[in-house]
């Protein structure tokens, strides 16, 4: 199994991204995907789910600005991020049961 997340970067206030998360080594379509994130010397917390049939769920801080997507064609999950704040600045991961990608940063900076 392999998840390669990209997408990541410096964006101002209220700006979007769009992460992607590249999969293989399993039946993409079978499983539901999972995006965490990460701060320096904080917990992980869990951002968004989109199960195998398509349904997404979100943590409450991001409802309403994040999506999640998927692509089984091109074994991709998306994270579409708009109106981002300081406060979305972290290592956004991709998950799959208990793989993980290596990660991508994501900073919101005037």
């Known amino acids: 199994v392999q998840l390669v997340e990209s997408g990541g970067g410096l964006v101002q206030p209220g700006g979007s991204l769009r992460l992607s998360c590249a999969a293989s080594?399993?039946?993409?379509?079978?499983?539901?995907m999972g995006w965490a994130r990460q701060v320096p010397g904080k917990g992980l917390e869990w951002v968004a789910t989109?199960?195998?049939?398509?349904?997404?769920s979100y943590v409450d801080s991001v409802e309403g600005r994040f999506t999640a997507s998927r692509d089984n064609d091109k074994n991709t999950a998306y994270l579409q991020m708009n109106s981002l704040k300081p406060d979305d600045t972290a290592v956004y991961y991709c998950?799959?049961?208990?793989?993980w990608g290596q990660g991508t940063q994501v900073t919101i900076s005037s």
């Open positions: 998950r799959m049961i208990d793989f």
């Open positions: 080594g399993f039946t993409f379509s079978d499983y539901a």
């Open positions: 989109i199960t195998s049939g398509g349904s997404t």
